[in-house]
Protein backbone atom coordinates (compact mmCIF):
# COMPACT_ATOMS: atom_id res chain seq x y z
CA UNK A 1 0.00 0.00 0.00
CA UNK A 2 0.87 3.48 -0.54
CA UNK A 3 1.61 4.65 3.35
CA UNK A 4 2.33 8.68 4.55
CA UNK A 5 3.67 8.06 7.61
CA UNK A 6 3.10 10.89 10.46
CA UNK A 7 5.79 10.60 13.54
CA UNK A 8 8.31 12.46 15.88
CA UNK A 9 10.05 10.80 19.15
CA UNK A 10 12.14 8.16 19.29
CA UNK A 11 9.18 6.03 19.95
CA UNK A 12 7.89 6.18 16.57
CA UNK A 13 11.55 4.98 14.52
CA UNK A 14 10.39 1.22 14.69
CA UNK A 15 6.96 1.60 13.13
CA UNK A 16 8.64 3.53 10.55
CA UNK A 17 11.17 0.63 10.00
CA UNK A 18 8.70 -2.09 10.25
CA UNK A 19 6.08 0.01 7.31
CA UNK A 20 9.24 1.01 5.40
CA UNK A 21 10.17 -2.64 4.90
CA UNK A 22 6.74 -4.33 3.94
CA UNK A 23 4.76 -1.18 2.30
CA UNK A 24 5.69 1.77 0.25
CA UNK A 25 6.34 5.14 2.10
CA UNK A 26 5.52 7.94 -0.25
CA UNK A 27 5.76 10.90 2.73
CA UNK A 28 7.06 11.66 6.29
CA UNK A 29 5.86 13.78 8.67
CA UNK A 30 7.40 15.17 11.86
CA UNK A 31 7.56 18.08 13.91
CA UNK A 32 10.02 20.61 12.17
CA UNK A 33 13.96 20.29 13.43
CA UNK A 34 14.47 22.08 16.97
CA UNK A 35 16.70 24.00 19.36
CA UNK A 36 18.78 21.29 21.28
CA UNK A 37 22.34 20.58 22.64
CA UNK A 38 24.64 23.22 24.24
CA UNK A 39 24.86 24.95 20.80
CA UNK A 40 20.67 25.27 20.79
CA UNK A 41 21.02 24.46 16.76
CA UNK A 42 18.21 22.83 14.91
CA UNK A 43 18.01 19.29 15.24
CA UNK A 44 16.11 17.08 13.11
CA UNK A 45 13.78 14.78 14.96
CA UNK A 46 14.72 11.48 15.23
CA UNK A 47 11.65 10.15 12.90
CA UNK A 48 13.45 12.75 10.02
CA UNK A 49 16.70 11.29 10.84
CA UNK A 50 16.00 7.81 10.13
CA UNK A 51 13.64 8.78 7.12
CA UNK A 52 16.36 10.66 5.58
CA UNK A 53 18.87 7.44 6.06
CA UNK A 54 16.43 5.44 4.43
CA UNK A 55 15.89 7.99 1.55
CA UNK A 56 12.28 8.90 2.12
CA UNK A 57 10.56 12.14 1.29
CA UNK A 58 10.18 14.33 4.43
CA UNK A 59 8.16 17.30 4.94
CA UNK A 60 7.55 19.72 8.54
CA UNK A 61 5.02 21.47 8.50
CA UNK A 62 3.77 24.18 11.23
CA UNK A 63 0.36 23.47 10.85
CA UNK A 64 -1.96 21.20 8.63
CA UNK A 65 -4.62 23.64 9.17
CA UNK A 66 -4.08 25.43 5.59
CA UNK A 67 -5.71 24.70 2.29
CA UNK A 68 -2.41 24.38 0.82
CA UNK A 69 -0.90 21.72 3.34
CA UNK A 70 -4.54 19.98 3.60
CA UNK A 71 -4.42 19.56 -0.88
CA UNK A 72 -0.63 18.77 -0.68
CA UNK A 73 -1.81 16.34 1.79
CA UNK A 74 -4.43 14.88 -0.68
CA UNK A 75 -1.94 14.75 -3.41
CA UNK A 76 0.01 11.75 -2.00
CA UNK A 77 -2.81 9.91 -3.07
CA UNK A 78 -2.11 7.29 0.11
CA UNK A 79 -4.21 4.32 0.86
CA UNK A 80 -3.53 5.03 4.75
CA UNK A 81 -1.47 7.30 6.95
CA UNK A 82 -0.01 5.95 9.99
CA UNK A 83 -0.03 8.39 12.91
CA UNK A 84 2.53 7.37 15.93
CA UNK A 85 3.08 10.62 18.83
CA UNK A 86 2.96 12.94 15.67
CA UNK A 87 2.64 16.01 17.87
CA UNK A 88 -0.22 17.82 15.45
CA UNK A 89 -3.57 18.07 15.62
CA UNK A 90 -5.37 16.21 11.96
CA UNK A 91 -8.10 18.12 10.53
CA UNK A 92 -11.59 16.26 9.38
CA UNK A 93 -9.86 16.72 5.76
CA UNK A 94 -6.47 15.53 6.72
CA UNK A 95 -8.39 12.24 8.37
CA UNK A 96 -10.74 12.12 5.24
CA UNK A 97 -7.68 11.54 2.44
CA UNK A 98 -6.52 8.45 2.83
CA UNK A 99 -8.72 5.70 0.72
CA UNK A 100 -8.59 3.28 4.74
CA UNK A 101 -8.21 6.77 6.58
CA UNK A 102 -5.02 7.68 9.50
CA UNK A 103 -4.33 4.85 11.74
CA UNK A 104 -2.71 6.06 15.49
CA UNK A 105 -0.39 3.45 17.20
CA UNK A 106 -1.35 4.05 20.98
CA UNK A 107 0.66 3.38 23.87
CA UNK A 108 -2.58 2.33 26.34
CA UNK A 109 -5.02 0.01 26.38
CA UNK A 110 -7.84 2.30 25.26
CA UNK A 111 -10.55 3.94 26.40
CA UNK A 112 -7.53 3.49 29.36
CA UNK A 113 -5.05 6.30 28.98
CA UNK A 114 -6.07 8.61 26.21
CA UNK A 115 -3.82 11.96 25.61
CA UNK A 116 -0.41 12.84 25.80
CA UNK A 117 1.40 10.61 28.48
CA UNK A 118 0.08 7.35 28.86
CA UNK A 119 3.47 5.31 29.85
CA UNK A 120 4.15 7.50 32.36
CA UNK A 121 0.44 7.29 34.61
CA UNK A 122 0.22 3.77 33.74
CA UNK A 123 3.05 3.33 36.08
CA UNK A 124 2.46 6.63 37.96
CA UNK A 125 -1.17 4.99 39.11
CA UNK A 126 0.09 1.60 39.20
CA UNK A 127 -1.69 -0.34 36.41
CA UNK A 128 -0.76 -3.90 36.36
CA UNK A 129 -0.95 -4.14 32.76
CA UNK A 130 -0.82 -1.49 29.68
CA UNK A 131 -0.68 -2.27 25.68
CA UNK A 132 -0.94 -1.31 22.51
CA UNK A 133 -4.05 -0.09 20.70
CA UNK A 134 -4.47 0.52 16.83
CA UNK A 135 -7.12 3.09 16.81
CA UNK A 136 -8.66 4.22 13.46
CA UNK A 137 -8.44 8.07 13.83
CA UNK A 138 -11.34 10.53 14.48
CA UNK A 139 -12.18 13.66 15.83
CA UNK A 140 -11.93 13.34 18.89
CA UNK A 141 -9.00 12.42 21.22
CA UNK A 142 -8.26 9.56 21.08
CA UNK A 143 -11.38 8.26 21.08
CA UNK A 144 -11.85 6.30 17.45
CA UNK A 145 -12.45 2.56 17.57
CA UNK A 146 -9.70 0.31 17.94
CA UNK A 147 -8.89 -2.54 15.46
CA UNK A 148 -5.82 -4.76 16.86
CA UNK A 149 -4.48 -4.52 20.67
CA UNK A 150 -2.00 -6.05 22.59
CA UNK A 151 -1.74 -6.20 26.42
CA UNK A 152 2.03 -6.27 28.61
CA UNK A 153 2.18 -6.36 32.09
CA UNK A 154 3.56 -4.03 34.25
CA UNK A 155 6.51 -5.47 36.12
CA UNK A 156 7.87 -3.66 39.36
CA UNK A 157 11.55 -3.19 37.92
CA UNK A 158 9.33 -1.25 34.86
CA UNK A 159 10.78 2.14 34.00
CA UNK A 160 8.95 5.08 31.64
CA UNK A 161 12.18 4.10 29.69
CA UNK A 162 12.34 0.18 30.06
CA UNK A 163 8.07 0.47 28.81
CA UNK A 164 8.77 2.93 26.17
CA UNK A 165 11.09 0.35 24.41
CA UNK A 166 8.87 -2.18 24.99
CA UNK A 167 6.01 -0.56 23.78
CA UNK A 168 7.37 0.58 20.46
CA UNK A 169 8.51 -2.48 19.62
CA UNK A 170 4.88 -4.39 20.20
CA UNK A 171 3.28 -0.90 18.13
CA UNK A 172 5.57 -1.68 15.37
CA UNK A 173 5.05 -5.06 15.37
CA UNK A 174 1.27 -4.58 15.12
CA UNK A 175 0.81 -1.78 13.05
CA UNK A 176 2.30 -3.98 10.28
CA UNK A 177 -0.65 -6.99 11.43
CA UNK A 178 -2.77 -4.22 10.89
CA UNK A 179 -2.09 -3.21 7.37
CA UNK A 180 -1.77 -6.72 5.97
CA UNK A 181 -5.65 -7.05 7.51
CA UNK A 182 -7.20 -3.70 6.85
CA UNK A 183 -9.95 -5.37 4.95
CA UNK A 184 -10.89 -7.77 6.77
CA UNK A 185 -10.61 -6.13 10.89
CA UNK A 186 -14.13 -4.90 12.04
CA UNK A 187 -13.28 -1.73 14.09
CA UNK A 188 -14.50 -1.80 17.84
CA UNK A 189 -16.23 1.25 19.21
CA UNK A 190 -14.66 2.09 22.50
CA UNK A 191 -16.56 1.39 25.32
CA UNK A 192 -18.11 4.68 27.33
CA UNK A 193 -16.78 2.95 30.98
CA UNK A 194 -13.23 3.55 31.85
CA UNK A 195 -12.14 6.55 30.11
CA UNK A 196 -9.14 8.07 31.87
CA UNK A 197 -6.96 10.95 30.64
CA UNK A 198 -2.57 10.76 30.38
CA UNK A 199 -2.25 14.71 30.79
CA UNK A 200 1.32 15.97 29.56
CA UNK A 201 3.69 15.58 32.92
CA UNK A 202 4.37 18.99 34.36
CA UNK A 203 7.91 19.14 35.90
CA UNK A 204 5.94 20.22 38.77
CA UNK A 205 5.01 16.73 39.32
CA UNK A 206 8.81 15.70 39.60
CA UNK A 207 9.74 17.12 43.35
CA UNK A 208 9.45 14.46 45.50
CA UNK A 209 7.38 14.16 48.35
CA UNK A 210 8.57 11.58 51.19
CA UNK A 211 5.19 12.04 53.19
CA UNK A 212 3.39 9.72 50.44
CA UNK A 213 3.63 5.80 50.58
CA UNK A 214 6.83 4.17 49.89
CA UNK A 215 4.48 2.85 46.91
CA UNK A 216 3.36 6.07 45.30
CA UNK A 217 7.17 7.51 45.74
CA UNK A 218 8.69 4.33 43.89
CA UNK A 219 6.04 4.40 41.10
CA UNK A 220 6.85 8.08 40.90
CA UNK A 221 10.43 7.72 40.53
CA UNK A 222 10.13 4.92 37.59
CA UNK A 223 7.07 6.78 35.95
CA UNK A 224 9.33 10.04 35.74
CA UNK A 225 12.69 7.79 34.50
CA UNK A 226 14.28 9.26 32.76
CA UNK A 227 12.54 12.05 32.18
CA UNK A 228 11.75 14.83 33.64
CA UNK A 229 13.32 12.70 36.45
CA UNK A 230 12.07 12.62 39.75
CA UNK A 231 13.99 14.76 42.52
CA UNK A 232 14.84 15.89 46.01
CA UNK A 233 17.98 17.58 47.54
CA UNK A 234 20.29 16.44 49.91
CA UNK A 235 23.68 17.50 51.29
CA UNK A 236 25.14 16.20 47.81
CA UNK A 237 22.75 18.53 45.79
CA UNK A 238 19.52 17.84 44.43
CA UNK A 239 19.32 14.37 43.14
CA UNK A 240 17.44 13.01 40.11
CA UNK A 241 16.18 9.24 41.83
CA UNK A 242 16.13 7.17 38.48
CA UNK A 243 15.02 3.73 39.95
CA UNK A 244 13.29 2.37 43.27
CA UNK A 245 11.94 0.13 44.76
CA UNK A 246 9.09 0.10 47.67
CA UNK A 247 10.93 -1.80 50.83
CA UNK A 248 9.85 -2.25 54.59
CA UNK A 249 11.11 0.45 56.77
CA UNK A 250 10.41 2.97 59.43
CA UNK A 251 11.33 6.97 60.16
CA UNK A 252 10.85 10.60 59.51
CA UNK A 253 9.45 10.81 56.13
CA UNK A 254 12.87 11.93 54.00
CA UNK A 255 15.31 10.20 57.20
CA UNK A 256 18.02 8.04 55.13
CA UNK A 257 17.77 4.55 57.21
CA UNK A 258 21.22 3.11 55.21
CA UNK A 259 22.53 3.94 52.14
CA UNK A 260 19.80 4.69 49.46
CA UNK A 261 16.76 3.44 51.57
CA UNK A 262 14.77 6.35 52.29
CA UNK A 263 11.73 6.48 55.03
CA UNK A 264 8.38 7.65 53.00
CA UNK A 265 5.06 8.35 55.24
CA UNK A 266 4.77 4.63 55.79
CA UNK A 267 7.40 2.03 54.67
CA UNK A 268 10.10 2.84 52.85
CA UNK A 269 11.96 3.46 49.28
CA UNK A 270 15.27 1.65 48.38
CA UNK A 271 16.97 3.88 45.55
CA UNK A 272 18.87 1.94 43.05
CA UNK A 273 20.26 4.50 40.42
CA UNK A 274 20.65 8.48 40.75
CA UNK A 275 22.21 11.18 39.30
CA UNK A 276 23.48 14.50 40.21
CA UNK A 277 23.09 17.92 38.24
CA UNK A 278 26.01 17.89 35.62
CA UNK A 279 26.50 14.88 36.16
CA UNK A 280 26.27 11.37 34.35
CA UNK A 281 23.79 8.68 36.22
CA UNK A 282 24.82 5.75 38.31
CA UNK A 283 23.56 2.96 40.07
CA UNK A 284 23.24 3.55 43.80
CA UNK A 285 26.74 1.52 44.91
CA UNK A 286 28.80 4.05 42.50
CA UNK A 287 26.94 7.03 43.83
CA UNK A 288 27.56 6.03 47.71
CA UNK A 289 31.39 5.42 46.91
CA UNK A 290 31.87 9.05 46.73
CA UNK A 291 28.85 10.72 48.66
CA UNK A 292 27.30 8.21 51.70
CA UNK A 293 24.85 9.79 53.90
CA UNK A 294 25.25 9.18 57.46
CA UNK A 295 21.76 7.25 58.68
CA UNK A 296 19.62 9.95 60.08
CA UNK A 297 19.93 12.63 57.01
CA UNK A 298 16.61 13.92 56.24
CA UNK A 299 16.80 14.63 52.26
CA UNK A 300 14.78 17.71 51.37
CA UNK A 301 11.52 17.10 48.81
Not at 64 to 79: I, M, P, S
Not at 144 to 157: H, K, M, Q
Not at 204 to 217: L, M, N
Amino acid sequence: MRVVFMGTPEFSVPALDAVHAAHEVVCVYTQPPRPAGRGKKDRPSPVQARAEALGLPVRHPVSLKGAEAQAEFAALGADVAVVVAYGLILPQAVLDAPRHGCLNIHASLLPRWRGAAPIHRAIMAGDAETGVCIMQMEAGLDTGPVLLREATPIAESDTTATLHDRLSAIGARLIVEALAQLDSLVPQPQPEDGVTYAAKIDKSEARIDWTQPAEVVARQIRALSPFPGAWCDSPAGRLKLLDARAVTGKGTPGEVLDGLTIACGTGAVQVLAVQREGKRPSDAEAFLNGHRFAPGTVLGG
